[in-house]
T-cell receptor, first 111, second 110 residues
Framework: DTGVSQDPRHKITKRGQNVTFRCDPI?????LYWYRQTLGQGPEFLTY????????KSRLLSDRFSAERPKGSFSTLEIQRTEQGDSAMYLC?????????FGPGTRLTVL | QKEVEQDPGPLSVPEGAIVSLNCTYS??????FMWYRQYSRKGPELLMY????GNKEDGRFTAQVDKSSKYISLFIRDSQPSDSATYLC??????????FGAGTQVVVTP
């Protein structure tokens, strides 16, 4: 399978714990995006990398959130001190030019 | 006011009917227009991608863009029960990030 992959697919955690998600983009896609989707809403942009450089961050991305793409390949999204409001589907997408292809998402539940 | 407005539905149609979906937007900076299909608890799947005003057809799907009215549409001909899903419109700005509508839930009944 050469599509975007995300790990884990599901994560249940207790409030206050830290969690980390991984995204592996389509090979040779230089752009990587993170989005968050809550029930009944469309995905909302969080942040964007071109190669290893993080070029834009949404104001939705509080200081508890950090994302990295150290070698311009896979990316990680970490949430520190999780809150119940962080419960959502976290989606990763990659692109080479204009079309963005999404992974299956990581569903986070914060108890 | 949201930058992208999309009726959440649900939209229920009988099998074989034409499904008509639309979105309006307010930001003239949007340059690219996409439609994604999302099944429950899955990631969005790219269906159609357009740049200019006009029509684009791909099999049973037709996408229309009217930049002067800031209005885009997706038509699905000969709808099938397997088309039951949530359809998301998305608009891309010059930086590349997508702005999505809330999604329209479509149910095609046999």
């Amino acid at each position: 399978d050469t599509g975007v992959s995300q790990d884990p697919r599901h994560k249940i955690t207790k409030r206050g714990q830290n969690v980390t998600f991984r995204c592996d983009p389509i090979s040779e896609h230089n752009r990587l995006y993170w989005y968050r989707q809550t029930l009944g809403q469309g995905p909302e942009f969080l942040t964007y990398f071109q190669n290893e450089a993080q070029l834009e961050k949404s104001r939705l991305l509080s200081d508890r959130f950090s994302a990295e793409r150290p070698k311009g390949s896979f990316s990680t999204l970490e949430i520190q001190r999780t809150e119940q409001g962080d419960s959502a589907m976290y989606l990763c997408a990659s692109s080479f030019q204009d079309e963005q292809f999404f992974g299956p998402g990581t569903r986070l539940t914060v108890l | 006011q949201k930058e992208v407005e999309q009726d959440p539905g649900p939209l229920s149609v009988p099998e074989g009917a034409i499904v008509s979906l639309n979105c309006t937007y307010s930001n003239s900076a949007f340059q690219y227009f996409m439609w994604y299909r999302q099944y429950s608890r899955k990631g969005p799947e790219l269906l159609m991608y357009t740049y200019s005003s006009g029509n684009k057809e791909d099999g049973r799907f037709t996408a229309q863009v009217d930049k002067s009215s800031k209005y885009i549409s997706l038509f699905i001909r000969d709808s099938q029960p397997s088309d039951s899903a949530t359809y998301l419109c998305a608009m891309r700005d010059s930086w590349g990030k997508l702005q999505f509508g809330a999604g329209t839930q479509v149910v095609v009944t046999p």
